[in-house]
């Protein structure tokens, strides 16, 4: 069959899904990632070929001029109960600019290039980003069938369930739904009526375990089909001091790439965390761009600083990780058993439940979100160094992890709904 995996420019939503993507293909399917021209070099690095389609990312753009004036660029957390309970108008107005400001944004660019696309090249499949609500919309006017694959806890489900039942409760002159209005008139450009299968597909791909998913709405029809995460960083050399017999525990610090590329820098002073670390009995290996070393330029002796170095193989030879919460970071670790220190970074849309759920769990210790106390995060480091409880409870969302389906398993379930041809 011939699938369409259709995502917007976002580098690490897309490293996500490779490994489906090469499973469809070692199946023998012929595959093709469609997304806005500057992501092509990460596609093609994956040996996966790649369709451009739309302009360039306007949110870049943007996020630039918000980082400019911060007073404009207070965000909403989605995930807190008090954001959905203020006064319906200005909950509207909430969602309404979320839609405006962001899922607008990123898919009116691309969904004319998209439609066009799938309906030339005539995809079986099209599987699609969560915030890629074209790709639905594409799938329908090609007649192709389609699923959602999440890079993260399914927040967009559990917000849209949360605005439905909100709704409910209004009088019908005032159930404005911003979401189904925007959708609507894109789709209808293409002949596609509006249902929530555009907005959570026919299937939804997760790869987070069934233990730490988020409760959703019955009035969303979500259908989730598990899927097994499977770390991919890119194009990558693993170095040889990787190979080197650990001689004392690791700890391994990321705070991701989001932060610099999208955000203007860490929420965390690096220099000054690494220094609250000095006298811990651990290799601390600092994964820290060379431009971003402000504050590191005599680091102690137990603290090796990296450009970049694959997280999938430093995880493997890791006894800790210190993350800032996002999904790349928190499931590699999970992936590997290790306990986890989320100092959570808040500009990010999901960081926040998901630290809390691998928190809740018992396999790592989160620290308030946007906290810059360097003694926390040396404490929170050597309780889960020292106390066997996080390392446990870390153990066993390794196996939830692995009892998931592998993306090759996952293959012939797809190729079943795209077919039509037996029970999905």
């Given at each position: ?5 259709a995502?917007i420019a976002?580098?690490s939503h897309f490293?996500?899904v490779?490994?489906?993507?090469w ?8 595959v093709?990632v469609?997304?806005?021209p500057?992501l092509a ?6 040996g996966?070929?790649?369709?451009p389609?739309g302009?360039?990312d306007?949110l870049s753009?943007v996020?630039r001029?918000l ?10 957390d989605w ?9 319906w108008?200005?909950?509207?107005t ?5 839609v405006?400001?962001w899922w607008?944004m990123v898919n009116?660019?691309m969904?004319?290039e ?5 309906r030339?090249?005539k995809?079986?499949?099209?599987v699609?980003d969560p ?7 594409a799938a329908?006017a090609?007649?192709?069938a389609?699923v959602?694959?999440l890079?993260g806890?399914d927040?967009l489900?559990?917000?849209?369930g949360?605005?439905?039942e909100?709704?409910?409760?209004q009088?019908?002159a005032?159930r404005?739904d911003?979401?189904e209005?925007?959708l609507?008139g ?11 299968e555009?907005?959570?597909g026919?299937?939804t791909?997760d790869?987070?375990p ?9 009035r969303?029809?979500v259908r ?7 770390p991919?960083?890119?194009r990558a050399?693993v170095?040889?001091w ?16 989001s932060?610099?590329?999208?955000f203007?820098?860490?929420?965390l002073s690096?220099g000054?965390?690494?220094e609250a670390?000095a006298?811990?009995?651990?290799e ?5 761009p ?6 590191l330029?005599?680091?102690?002796p ?12 430093l995880a493997a030879v890791?006894t ?5 919460g996002g999904?790349g ?7 590997y058993?290790?306990?986890?220190v989320?100092v959570?970074?808040?500009?990010m849309?999901?960081t926040h439940?998901?630290a809390?759920?691998v928190?809740g ?7 308030e ?5 360097p003694?926390?995060v040396?404490r ?5 160094l020292?106390?066997p409880?996080?390392?446990s409870h870390?153990?066993r969302?390794r196996e939830a992890?692995?009892a998931?389906?592998?993306p090759?398993d ?13 029970p999905?």
């Open positions: 069959m011939r699938v369409v995996i995502t976002e580098r490293l996500a490779v490994p489906l993507a499973a469809l293909r070692s199946a023998g399917h012929e093709l469609a997304s806005q500057e070099t990460a596609v093609t690095g994956a996966l070929p790649f369709a389609v302009r360039g306007m753009r996020l001029r980082r400019e004036r911060p007073q404009t660029a207070e965000a909403l995930h807190d109960d008090r954001t959905w309970r203020v006064p108008d200005e909950l509207r909430n969602v309404q600019n979320v405006t400001f607008r009116d660019p969904a004319d998209l439609v066009d696309l799938c030339t090249w995809p079986d499949l099209v699609w915030l890629t609500f074209a790709g639905a919309v329908r090609c007649g192709a389609h959602r694959f890079w806890v927040t489900s559990r917000m849209r949360l605005l439905l909100r709704m409910r409760e009088p019908v005032s404005e911003p979401l209005e925007w609507t894109l789709a209808g450009r293409y002949g596609v009526d509006f249902d929530e555009l907005v959570c026919q299937a791909l790869q987070v069934p233990g730490l998913r988020i409760p959703v709405s019955a969303v029809p989730y089909l598990g899927m097994r995460f499977v991919y960083n890119g050399v170095p040889v990787l190979r080197e017999p650990l001689e004392r525990p690791r700890v391994c610090l990321t705070l991701g790439t932060a610099t590329d999208r203007g820098g860490y929420t690096v000054a965390v690494v670390l006298d811990v009995d651990a601390v290996v600092a994964t820290v060379a431009d971003r070393r402000r504050g330029e005599s680091p102690p137990n603290v090796r600083l990296v450009d970049y170095v694959p997280l999938h193989a890791s800790a990780t210190i993350n800032h999904f970071s928190v499931s590699t670790s999970v992936a058993g290790l306990p986890q989320l959570v970074d808040p500009r849309f999901d439940v998901l809390r759920r928190a769990a018992g396999a790592a210790v989160e620290l979100a946007g906290c810059s106390d003694e926390e040396r929170a480091v050597l309780r889960v020292t106390d409880g996080p390392a870390a153990a969302l992890v692995l998931q389906p592998s090759a996952v293959v012939a379930r797809l190729e079943r709904l795209a077919t039509g041809s037996g999905f």
